[in-house]
Structures are given as C-alpha cells and as structure tokens.
C-alpha cells in the first residue's frame, strides 16, 4: 500500500484529458458487471472511474440496475441490504447512488436506479394500453427495449460524456439476465468504440503470503463470455498488489490485455481507488478504446480532489469518539451515509471520528455513554429499541453532552424532554404506542389515508425556513435549507408551546409552518435536532453543516 505522502505527492505532469472534440461524440457507456461473489466493491469501482472521468473535465454520471423484484429499496431491511438512500426527487435508491453522489459530489435523480420491477411494470402498462398491439410480449425484445431505452433515455437527457451503468447482482444469477443481455446489445448497436465492459472479480489468497487464485476470475469470466459478453478491463479485488504473473495468467486466460487486468487491492480509504486505478493506466487505455484524440493537462482538478482525498485518512492524532445508537447497527452499511457525513466533517475540522456503535435495544448502562465526545442518533422505524433511544437522548441533555438527532433521533429527543423535562405522563410516538396519553410525535396529517407501504412515507428535498437568532440559523449561516426527508410521523404542534417555556425551541419548520423540521436546547452545549436527513447532502470536502457543528462541539474540551 501506497503511503499518504506518496498519494498526494503523486506526479500529476502526465494526468491530462482529451479536448473538446471528444465531448461532442455521442455519450460512451461503460458497463461495470460482478462475479464470483457479492460485496467486491462494483460501486467503489464505477465510482472511481466515474470520478477519474470527471477530473478529467467530462460530463459524467452513473446508473445502478438492481435486478431484484422490488420496485425500489424503500421496503428493504437496512440490516440485510445496507441503507436506503433517500435522493432529491424523493427516490428511495440502492445505496451505491450514495456513493455516486458522494464520489461526483453531483445529485442523482432516482431514475438511475433501475429495477426489474420498474422495467417490467413499464412493459406491462404499455402491454395493457394496446402499446405492442399484435406482439407477443417476450424479454427479448420488448423488456431488453425497455432497459436500453431507460439508459439512452438518461445519456441524451442529460447530455453526458460518459455514463456508467453498473449491473448489481454476480453474472450467473437468473435476475441479472435480461439486463445483461440489454447491455450486450447496446454494444452491437453503439458499435466497438461506443462500449466497454468492466467486470469486477476476486483473487483470493489463503494466507497472507500465498498465491494468488486465478480460477475464480476465470470462471466467472466464462460465464460473462457464454453470455456474449467479453470484458475490456477485469477489476480484481485482492488483498496485496496483483502480481504481475498473475496479471498474465488471468490475461492469458480471459482474452483481456495484460495491463487492462487492474490490481484492487485493499486501501486505507476508498478515496484511494481513482488513484490506484489511474496509475495503473486505466484512463489511457478507456480512451484509446473509445478512440482518443488530443489532449491537454487538467491538474487543477487533481489539485482539489487530491487534497480531499488525502484530508479523508489523516488526523488519526486528533480523535473525537462518537456514540452511534441506533436500531441497526449490526451492519455497518444501514448507516452508511450517517458514516460518510461523520468522516467528511472530521476531515474538514482535522479530526479523525471514531464512531462505536451501540444497539439501542440492548443498552442498559447509560453511563458508559459518559465515555464518548458526543451521541449521534440516526433514523429508524418502529418500537424495537425505542426506550433505548429515548433514555439516550435524555442522557445526552442532562449531561450536556453533544447531541445530534436524525429524523427518529430527532422524534425520540422530542419525547424524550417531553417526559422528563414537561412530566407529560405517558409521552410517545403513535408509531410506538397507537394510544399513547400524550401523543408528542403523531403520523403526518396526509398519511392517515395511505395504506400502501413502498413509495408512500413524506420523501425527498423540502424547503425548510429557519428561525432568526437560533443555533440552527448560526450553523446554516441563512434562513432558508433543502434538505431530503424520509419519514411517516410528525412532532404534534399542539405541545410545541409547552416545550418552547421550558427551554426546548422549534428553530425551522417546513410548508408554512405546519411541520417542525429542527430543535434545540440553547442553554445546551450542542443539542440539536432535524426531521430531515442532513447526512444525504454531505460530501467529501464539502461536509453538512449540522454534522460540522456537531463535530465541532464535540472535539471542546
Ligand atoms: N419512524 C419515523 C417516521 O416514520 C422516523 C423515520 C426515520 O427516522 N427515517 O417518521
């Protein structure tokens, strides 16, 4: 592994881009496939080579196609499938167009999260509406249209350089097939230099000094080839550098050149990836396949990402430790962007945040909270963990320790000082109690008629107004915030005054005042907090601003 010094020292003299006659070419497709196994990091990978495309001045953006049979991830389990990730235009998406956002540092409209769902529902309402009149309606051609079309449709819209489609899911899986049979034709019709293939595998070694396995990359290469599709370049996931023999070996045995065969291996940080990848010269070889012409120097872009880069894994002398309590923290991934938003403010004050999860459901010993430089409470549904969200909070407010609440954190503060602050017997959520005595946080007004689960909570970018002279005005540094939203239940306006006498003030509200969007306690060290989900917004180098205040107060003495 590369050391930091040598990362940011990196000689940028050869980093160059094609000029502009380039980007008046039709849109170029990279398509990112998987194999042998889940989890090898298909989004950090398309991510990368999105980014290193967008260092280079292109018009860039990125499409994930889940090939399971949910229209969206808004009804997945976050501890089984990773965070749901909410976008602008309200989508409930895949968590890797997270990552896209986060790498772009661009939104990504919820269209680029494409489902076998969405493609089949589209077939079959064109079916019904006598659009296919006379047809037979079959997966190829009619739902193959429908993939090819959805990503066209994108590329055009948009007017991009480059889009990079990547297929969830391992080649071999029956889901997956329509869509790749999609992405094997658009090759045919955008001809050799409008197409190229990425497949993303594993060489496994089974100690720390053995050999590096070819078979598994073989394996699944010739299930991808079977398929018809050959790959340009193979991403191999490793745990140390790919040796150059087996850079040959794996060559020899899947038709891909012996330096389009790129070496994965494990980083300190994920920002490290463009990097890794551009040395090896991955962007050379994308543009002679694609037909490359002149080029000219774009090392002002390097300049401002490799200073991000390199500020997202230093600082580990300045540690500020966050308590993270929350419903889902047995996988890491259910918090993903909450983690993001963390590092990113960190980085931005140079500290490095530890962050320790804690399950709201099994905590019992609230003083062991005592140990930690701030709490941060996350989204989430239902009664499981709840009390422990609720004596969390309080904890957090009589021992002014830096607090920051998100959506059901920010619900749950709200009962939380309604119990033990106004002694509102019996205070709850009717999400977690139905008869709750004092109802301080009730289901939004318009939910009462909705009886579908998927799709139907309150989602995506709102406009918030922010009260003059608060703490939140002073963290936003203006009146008026967008801010994504994913949520059922609402803080009950008739407590609000109750509240605003005993030192609990409502500082921004949404849609004319009629819901409360953030809350603080002034005479607080830092406690804040919003019904919206600040951590969606956070990018690297460019962190929320409720999390930068939060790490901020948490890193005071
Ligand atoms: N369960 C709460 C609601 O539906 C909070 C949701 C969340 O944290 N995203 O309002």
Redesign the pocket.
Known sequence: MRSHEYFYNYDRQNIQKPDAHFSNVQTKFIFVTGGVMSGLGKGVTSSSIAKLLQLADHKVSCIKIDPYLNYDAGTMNPVAHGEVFVTDDGGECDMDIGNYERFLNQDIPKSHNITTAQVYSSVIDAERKGEYLGACVQIIPHVTDEIKNRIKTIAKNEKLDFLIVECGGTVGDIESLPFLEALRQMKVEEGPQGVIFVHVTLAPSLDVVGEQKTKPTQHSVQELRRIGIQPDFLAVRCSLPLEEKTKKKIAMFTNVTTKDVLSCHDAKSIFEIPQMLYDQGIMDSIFTKFGKVGMVNTSANWDAWNKIAYNMVNHEDQKVKIAMVGKYVTLTDSYVSVNHALKHAGAHLGKSVDIHWIDSESIDDYDTLSNYDGILIP???GIRGSEGIVQTANYAREKNIPYLGI??GF?LAAIAFGRHVLNLEDGNST?IKADAKNPIVDLLPEQKQVSDMGGS?RLGANKIVIKENTNAQQIYNTGIINKRH????EINKEYIPQFEKSGLIFSADSDDGKRMEVLEIPSHKFYLGVQFHPEFNSRPGFPEESFTSFIKAASEK
């Open positions: 989204g989430g549904f959506c059901f619900q999400e909570l994913r949520h059922r239940y």
